[in-house]
Structures are given as C-alpha cells and as structure tokens.
C-alpha cells in the first residue's frame, strides 16, 4: 500500500538536485499546470472523500490516531485496507500507521472474526450470528482497559462492506465513537443486470457505451473497472451480468472467456462475481450442433462441456441470466420443452461447480390473444416448486414493462416454492431516458412495500423477495444497470442517486426511500440542510411527477414505438396488437383505461382475492390504479368530485407543474454547490420541464378527439397541434 510520503520523498530527493535556476523552472511549470487535473465532476459518485478538519471528527480516537491494527491476509482484504487508508488519508489528512499485530497504541482494529481475541470473540459471539457470512459489526470496545474501535466480520467480505460503512458515516458526520452497528445483508444476490452488447452499444442505455472494452480485453485493464467495482462493493452490490438478456453467444468462446476471466479477477476483490447470460441456441450457433433441444443428450452434454471450461477459466463464477421464448430469443419451445426443461437442464449444468440459473419470466407471447399481464403468471405459476434448487426465477417489478407506474407482479407470493427475484429497471427506459430526474427508490419501495395477502396480513413483496414469507433457499435482487462511459457514469447525475439506492435496497428491502435519498445527497453533495432540506423533497416529488405527466390514473405504455422516447399514445399499426399503444389505453368515444376486472380480461384474479376484491371496483381500486384496471366513461366521477376528462387533464398539468417547482428548489440550491454542479441539472430539468409539457399536450390533444371535451380551467393550452406532435421523429434516439 503506497502512502502519500512514498510519493513525497522521491520529489524531495529530486528537488534537492536541482540548480536554482531549474527549481525557479520548476516552481513557474506547477504553476501554469492546469489545476483540472483532479477527478472530473460527477467521476466519485459518492466515494469523494473531502477532507475534514481533525477537531471535527467525531470521535476522540480518530482525533487521536496514530495507528490501526489491520491484517489483511486475502485480496478482499488488501481491499479493504487500501479503501479505509484512502478515505481516512483523505478526509483526515493524517497518513496512519497500520501494524499487521495489535499494538498498545492502536486506536482501531480491523480484524476477522478468527483473528480476534478469545474475550472478544466470546463476547461477541452473538453479533457474529445475526450478520451471517457478509456482514460486519463497528463497535466500540475495551481493550486491556482501553477504548478501542473495531471493525469485524465472520469473514472478509464483511470486513470490506464494513469499512465502507464506517468511511461513510465519517463522511455523514455521524459520531463514532459510541457506535454499535451490527449489520448483514438481507438478500443474497444483489445483482446488476447490464444490457450491454459485445459491440459496445447498450440496449436501453443512455450514458454512452458499455465499459466494457471487449476489443482490448483481456490484456488491457481500464481503470473503470476497478472504479466500478469499488462503487458497487460500497454499496453491497456483488453479482453482475456483464451482457445482455437479448444475448450473443460469441461470449461463451474461448476467445470471450478469457476477457471475461479478466474481468472476474478485478472484481474478485472487491468481492463481486460476475455472470453471463447465455443464449438458448448457443449449442447450434458456436458449438456446431443441429439443436439446442434441452432434452437432447449432445446438447446436455455441451452446456456440461461449456460450464467445465468457464469455471477452469473462472473459478468462481456465478452463472447464467436467460431470456428465453421471449420477444424474439430462442428457447426450449421452440423444441416443444417448457421454462422447467430449459432451466433444469442448465442448472444441472452448473451444479457441481456451484453456479446457478437465473431464469427471466418476462415472457408474452406473439400469438397468444390474452392480456399481455396475464400471460407470464399463467405461463410460471403452475412450475411453482419444480425448478432445481439452483435455478431462481426473475421476474420484473410489475406485469407489464418497467413503466412508471404499475401495480406489483401477480408472480410474487404465488410462487411460494420457488425461489423469485426482483428485476428492478435502474436505466429509465420508459422514465425519460438520462435526461429526467426521476429517484427510482420512491418507486422501488412502493413495490416492496405493497402488501400480497398471500399468508396473511403482513405478506409484503419485500418478505417474499428476502425468503422470510416462504423460506427460500436463495434469495436476490437484480437492477438493470444505468451505467456507462460518461464521465459521471449515468448521464443524469441524480441517475447515481438511482444506482446507490438500489444497492442499498437490495442490501435491505425495507430501507426508506427519504432516507436513502438524504444519504445519498449527503454523500454526494452536502451535507448542509439548508440543501439538503428542499432537494430531498425535490426528489421524493420526483417520481409522482413523471407519472402524471406520462401516465396518471393507471395508464401506461404510451411510449412512442422502438426507442420509447416521447409519447405515441396514437400508434396503432405495430405487427403485433399488445406492442401498440391503443392495446392498452383503449380509448374511445366511451371513455378510456383497460378492462382487467371479470367483465374484462380478469388480471385482476391473479391477486390475492384481498386485492382482486379491491381492484374489481373502480370505487375502491386505489387512484393511481384506476384505468390499470377499469375502462370508465369519461364523466366517471371520481373521489374528488371531478370527472374522470378533468381530472386526466388536471393531473398532467400537474405534472409540468411539479417539474416547474423541482427547477424552482433547484435554483435555490445554487449557492451550496459548485456552479459546475449547478449547471449540469439545470440544465437538464430545462430539458425535463420542455418534455413534462410535450407530453401533456401530445396526450392530452389526442385523448381529445375521443373524450370531445374542453379542457378544464387551470390547464395551459398546447402551443401545437396534435399532427404537430404525431410528426416528431427520433430515429437516433439513443439506447434502441
Ligand atoms: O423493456 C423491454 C425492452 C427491451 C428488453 C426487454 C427485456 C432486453 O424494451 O429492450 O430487452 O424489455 O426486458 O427483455
């Protein structure tokens, strides 16, 4: 580990060799030197470590350091030794000593479990229970008769995510000293979903192209990755699928292999295994079989064949992410097998190296004519409790596809003997891209929080994801990553805030949304409440504000076709019914909103009778539900006594409104941050506030040719006309 007087002493020596008239150079050179040579704004997300002036330090053995007994012994933690001295070196401006014995004169200790005292060890022995394998207890304790912080874990992992932590409150200028964090991860898996494609580009990604750099692996290590990595490591994230779910089968070669290798070996010490998806058909397109049948003894014995070679290649490697029979990819029907062929087969597969399947059930199929949200709970349900122990199965937030605003997946609580994980959009596919300040965490509680009924009361989505509902084996959580080559990773710098509130649901499913936001805005920017205060309401407001100005009421999928960017409500002539628009609004001269009530498609049965009860009546479905479920005449009154026309219009202004007031705190907020930082969101909720109101007047103007209304007092009227709205074309729109 370099300190900074390793650095300091060679420039001394050199300076002392110099002439007076070269260091009189020398002196002239630094200082017309750039002073931008520091990390470009937006590059630390929010691992910056500002430094902190010592008399402030809330804890009387930081104050006092001066050394820290620290062996690290495994990669993992040589991790965790470099990132504690890079943040305590930073923020403290002291270089500490660190022994790898303990020493009277040490004011921390970092130390595994097995390395620890006998006293300690016993005394903590309970502790060391509850934070199961990665977990970590900071404590204060008493070592011969002196105050001592310590950091400890069962194993290193734990050690690694604790010392993150404890960097992170000195940052949030907590006090430490009297600290007694005992803390584990509440799902297994928390994993990153990367929809990046082997030619660099990203599907649904728009923050430039994927970090990985297929062409100059393995041979050559971007730095990135092992910035990426630390990102994810402080935030508990420890799995990844390196490509995409519409997947390419080059990646199981030889040749892609190896740079997948060299990707594990980055991150094996920030304690993250990597994934891959696998394409159905890879046995026909890169193993020159003629099927890919899962019942067919070649095609057992290839994929058994292939998993041998990854794990000589990587011996820990997580396992396979496939979508299969959907939207296009191969899979076992196309050979008259079901999901459980398929999935089993693969599982066996990796079973003996330890991997596991992760199976998506984002499935609808081109010819079947029931309601798209019906199709994937038909389809799995009935396999509840015959997928082998390593296969999970993925299933998407809601029923339909990332949308703003959808009731939770049926799927979960049905499926009580299987093991489901949450799939979780952090890219903003559907939320306008990188250029809306959407904080996904507020609609990531909402999905966790929302109650099941499916073992009685207290039955949420979150106890079914985290095994305590129905005991599952393994449990996981997987976010579709948002991350790419801008230089502050998202694109959006309020989209980080959206990638470290997932790690941090994903670590524990029950964490508030306000209070990850006032971690993160702390972190990241400030930790001054007069910022802090509005800002975070900004973004507690900034998720119902997209739903209105996109999809009050229930609607959804109104996204113009293909990229997504924009409105279309009025498409209609896409090849297959359920791709369109209208198949989901159906508005007409009668009113508007989809039918999935017994009268209707009968969605709503999938639910616990509780909820189906509730959903079955537009009088008792929640409002945000309501043409989720109901289709109802435009007169439809609803609770605040207008009707249904007035309260659509109402509620899309209402959404041009709030992005008015999220610019409007926004500007007050110039003076506690740089005019870079400013500037930079600015900016983009120009942008936002220019598209909110391209959305209302494009839906708005449209649903006005069936509802034959005017639109109510309050609503601002479209500068356009509706052919105006219906001509916009985005043919490079990004991420498609
Ligand atoms: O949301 C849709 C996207 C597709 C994506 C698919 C999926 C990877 O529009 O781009 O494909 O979902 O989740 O498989």
Redesign the pocket.
């Known amino acids: 580990m370099n300190s900074k007087l390793d650095y300091v002493f060679p420039c001394l020596k050199i300076i002392n060799c110099l002439s007076p008239l070269k260091l009189v150079y020398l002196i002239i050179f630094l200082a017309i030197l750039p002073t931008n040579a520091q990390t470009p704004v937006g590059y630390n997300l929010w691992l910056g470590y500002p430094q902190i002036k010592k008399q402030t330090v809330r804890s009387e053995y930081l104050r006092t350091t001066n050394s820290i007994f620290f062996r690290a012994k495994t990669p993992v933690l040589q991790t965790a030794r470099k990132e504690l001295l890079r943040g305590l070196e930073a923020m403290l401006d002291t270089v500490s000593g660190v022994l790898d014995s303990p020493n009277a004169m040490n004011t921390m200790w970092v130390v595994e479990k097995n390395d620890l005292n006998q006293e300690l060890r016993r005394k903590l022995i309970g502790d060391f229970e509850r934070i199961g394998k990665e977990g970590f207890i900071i404590k204060s304790v008493l070592v011969n008769g002196k105050g001592i912080l310590l950091i400890t874990a069962n194993e290193d992992l734990g050690i690694l995510y604790g010392v993150f932590k404890f960097l992170q409150l000195m940052k949030l200028q907590k006090k430490l000293d009297e600290l007694n964090i005992i803390e584990g991860p509440k799902l297994d898996l928390r994993m990153l979903n990367h ?1 990046d494609n082997l030619d660099r580009t990203v ?2 990604g728009y923050a430039g192209f994927s970090l990985w750099n297929w062409q100059k692996l393995p041979e050559y290590i971007d730095p990135r990755y092992i910035d990426y990595a630390r990102a994810n490591a402080s935030i508990g994230i420890n799995a990844t699928v390196l490509t ?3 997947a390419n089968a080059l990646v199981l070669t030889r040749a892609y292999l190896e740079k997948v290798a060299a990707l594990a070996d980055v991150f094996r010490p920030y304690g993250i295994k990597v994934y891959l998806t696998a394409r159905f058909s890879a046995p026909v397109e890169i193993g020159g079989l003629n099927t890919a049948d899962p019942l067919n003894e070649d095609v057992i014995e290839w994929w058994k064949d292939k998993a041998k070679v990854i794990y000589q290649m990587i011996p820990d490697f997580g396992g396979f992410l496939v ?1 299969a029979n ?2 296009g990819q191969p899979g076992p029907q196309n050979y008259g097998r079901t999901h459980v062929d398929g999935a089993n087969m693969l599982g066996t597969a990796l079973q003996p190296f330890g991997g596991i399947v992760i199976w ?1 059930a ?1 499935v609808y199929s081109a010819t079947d004519a029931t309601d798209r949200a019906k199709q994937a709970f038909a389809e799995f349900v009935p396999y509840d409790g015959k997928f082998l122990d390593n296969v999970l199965v993925q299933v ?1 937030n809601g029923p339909i ?2 949308q703003p605003r959808e009731p939770f997946h049926p799927m979960f609580g049905a499926m009580p003997n299987t093991s489901l994980v949450m799939e979780f959009q952090i890219t903003q ?1 559907y939320l306008g891209f990188s250029s809306h300040l959407v904080f996904l965490p507020k609609l990531y509680e909402e999905v966790l929080d929302a109650e099941t009924y499916r073992k009685g009361n207290n039955s949420t989505v979150a106890k079914v994801i985290d095994g305590s509902l129905f005991n599952n084996k393994i449990t996981g959580m997987a976010g579709v990553a948002n991350i790419g080559t801008d230089i502050n990773w998202t694109g959006h710098p309020f989209a980080q805030a959206n990638w470290y509130g997932y790690g941090r649901l994903a670590w524990n499913p029950y964490l508030s949304s306000d209070m990850i936001a006032d971690e993160w805005l702390r972190l990241t920017y400030s930790n001054d409440s007069r910022f802090l205060d509005p800002v975070k309401e900004m973004m507690a407001s900034s998720r119902e504000a997209v739903v209105n100005y996109m999809t009050p009421l229930g609607l959804h999928h109104l996204m113009a076709t293909g990229h ?1 960017y924009g409105p279309g409500p009025w498409v209609n002539d896409l090849s297959r019914p359920e791709w369109n628009p209208t198949y989901y609004h159906k508005a007409d001269k009668f009113g508007i909103g989809f039918d999935r009530t017994p009268s209707g498609s009968n969605a709503s049965s999938q639910y616990a009778p509780e909820l189906a009860k509730l959903f079955n009546n537009p009088d008792s479905t929640p409002e945000e539900y309501l043409l989720w479920f109901h289709h109802l005449p435009w007169d439809y009154r609803l609770k605040n006594g207008e009707i249904l026309w007035d309260t659509l219009a109402l509620n899309y202004q209402k959404g041009v409104d709030q992005v008015k007031e999220m610019l409007g705190i926004w500007k007050q907020a110039k003076m506690y941050i740089s005019e870079e930082q400013y500037n930079e969101v600015k900016m983009l909720l120009e942008i936002q506030l220019k598209e909110a109101k391209w959305w209302r007047n494009a839906c708005l103007l449209y649903f006005q040719t069936f509802s034959e209304r005017k639109l109510p007092t309050g609503v601002e009227l479209p500068g356009e006309n509706l052919e105006y709205y219906k001509s916009l074309k985005f043919p490079y729109a990004p991420g498609n």
């Open positions: 929809w599907e649904r995409n779910v519409n979508k959907s939207e998506r984002f998407k596809d990332f596919e997504h």
